[in-house]
């Protein structure tokens, strides 16, 4: 007998989901397109977010909303709405006696692409973990991250709709069985960044109790804008016939102009700078001209005081290897042979400070990563290596070190498995080896766009589905207790050990077998000092 479409009751009315059948059999519920916040239209557009007005009636929440206005990093074609603040909440059929723990997803996409839905992020694997799984939408690149340096437009806008979608959860979670009092935030590239943020913005305090931060952190150079966009927002209304330095003016006049003129604007600024993927200037910013500051210092400042909630954050074996994407580069061998001939150009101008600081040029790093080799397809790897520490594990180890002398848990690993057909390396045609940007990603979601490309669900006992069943038992796990692996058991045979005090780090290899090894900061490119002195 068919199962009748669920309904509840929220803070803002009754909502209408859809009972959903899961890739490996079995049911769960899913609540779709759940308005958490007014649409961002009109006289709201770069405001901050404010909660969504109650409803009569019952909504239906069996469609996803609008992704936010962005363009499409494949087709390079204008997507999306400023009418996107949605989430979505998914919740299995099973009735239990208390409340189940709830893990909110952040999507990543560099804060300018991207979206909560099943295009990248379909609940089917974590939903059998028994836990509630919420994914959200917020606004991107100039939309939610306009920064005049004025209360009118302080910037932040879309982190701000991050909090907002947590306070929904606080207030909501319950009528889907979740419990408001054990609340897990995770996300992934600008998501992980996003978490981290939220773990030490004054504004996102009490709304969650656990982390988790894949491959992106605060203190990435692309996940923090500091260069004046003020003159380039003036200059965008200029090009459309405004001449004003006035902030109160061009935000009023910004408002005016549609979502996909505003959106290929921004793009086409991006492409004539030195290195597309360095561009865009609409990133979370120091925002204290606000009157309720997300970020009221730099994320370095704030990041000392230690994130205050267990905390679990990694990274993957070859991150860099995505800059070798003929996606994001249409010849990538055109773009090593620029390189080569000026290397200053893979610098990213958010890392350029902390080199003069450090007496470091772009020479120092050429001969760590390359010696006296061209850079061509044969060190393509060097490449990758250079963009993996500069763009991720820099940072990510400036956290860790952190986090090593405060007394709050700290889980560490590094994801090295690669799978028998990997999305990621079809989809942005990357030929060198090693677990890429995102690998991970495909054994804790079931993405709408595996389907398309007739990539079935890893099947029960293969190699990808031991990974798949042993990544998510610990993330949910970390979510239910704090612990990712409370205990062993034939599946999790490895103890994950948090970080001690001293100079060595301990973290999860997650390969095709789960291990325990340990590290030195002196092990690695990355600590550019150290490596410059060894030269």
């Known amino acids: 007998m068919a199962r009748e479409d669920p309904v509840v009751t929220v803070k803002q009315g009754r909502l209408r989901g859809t009972v959903q059948e899961n890739v490996y059999g079995g049911q769960f519920l899913a609540f779709r397109g759940v308005p958490f916040a007014k649409p961002p239209i009109g006289p709201l ?50 009735e239990v006696t208390s409340k189940r723990a709830v893990m909110v997803w952040i999507h990543g996409g560099g804060f300018v692409n991207g979206s909560g839905d099943n295009t990248f992020y379909g609940p089917d694997y974590l939903i059998r973990k028994d836990i509630v799984l919420v994914t959200i939408n917020y606004r991107l690149g100039i939309f939610g991250f306009l920064d005049l ?3 009118v437009a302080p910037g932040n806008q879309g982190l701000k709709d991050q909090v907002l979608a947590l306070k929904w959860v606080q207030e909501n979670i319950s009528s889907f069985g979740g419990d408001p009092n054990n609340v897990t935030i995770f996300g ?39 260069r004046d966009t003020k003159e380039f927002a003036f200059q965008l209304a200029a090009d459309r016939g405004l001449e004003t330095k006035d902030p109160v003016a061009l935000v009023e006049f910004l408002r005016t102009i549609d979502a996909k003129t505003l959106v290929t604007m921004h793009y086409s600024s991006m492409n004539k700078e030195k290195n597309f993927l360095f561009s865009g200037l609409f990133k979370p910013n120091v925002d204290r001209k606000s009157p309720t500051p997300f970020m ?61 600081k450090d007496d470091i040029s772009s020479a120092d790093l050429r001969n760590i990563y390359f010696g006296d080799k061209p850079i061509t397809k044969e060190t393509q790897q060097n490449y990758a290596d250079y963009m993996s520490d500069m763009m991720f594990t820099q940072g990510i180890y400036d956290v860790l070190r952190i986090q090593m002398e405060k007394s709050t848990p700290t889980y560490f690993y590094k994801f090295t498995f690669e799978p028998e057909i990997s999305f990621m390396k079809q989809k942005f045609n990357i030929e060198v ?27 029960p006992k293969s190699r990808d589905h031991n990974v798949l069943e042993y990544l998510t038992q610990m993330w949910t796990d970390f979510a239910k207790t704090g612990n990712p692996t409370p205990m062993t058991t034939n599946q999790i045979p490895a103890l994950w ?28 490119t990355f600590d550019w000092i150290m490596m410059k002195n060894k030269l």
């Open 45 to 94: 557009r770069f405001k901050d977010p404010e909660p969504a007005e109650p409803w009569t009636g019952i909504k239906d929440a069996t469609e996803y909303g609008n992704w936010c206005s962005q363009m499409d990093i494949f087709t390079r074609e204008f997507i999306g709405d400023d009418d996107c603040l949605y989430l979505n909440v998914y919740t299995p059929t099973t």
């Open 149 to 151: 340096d004025d209360e």
């Open 188 to 226: 992934e590239s600008a998501g992980g960044a996003s978490v981290h943020y939220l773990c030490i913005s004054p504004l996102a305090q009490g709304l969650f109790h656990k982390a988790i931060a894949q491959s992106g952190v605060s203190v990435n150079p692309w996940a923090i804008n500091t």
């Open 296 to 356: 009221p210092q730099h994320p370095a400042i704030i990041m000392k005081a230690g994130v205050k909630v267990p905390l679990l954050i990694g990274h993957n074996s070859n991150e860099g290897s995505l800059f070798l994407s003929s996606v994001l580069y249409s010849d990538i061998e055109k773009v090593l042979q620029k390189v080569n001939a000026n290397f200053d150009d893979i610098v990213h101008p958010e890392t350029e400070a902390a080199m003069k």
């Open 433 to 459: 080896s090693g677990a890429s940007h995102a690998e991970e990603l495909m054994f804790m979601f079931y993405s709408k766009l595996l389907k398309l490309m007739q990539i079935n669900p890893p099947e």
């Open 497 to 524: 050990k948090p970080l001690q005090k001293g100079d060595v780090y301990n973290y999860m290899n997650i390969g095709e077998k789960l291990r325990m090894e340990t590290t030195k900061r002196e092990e690695h």
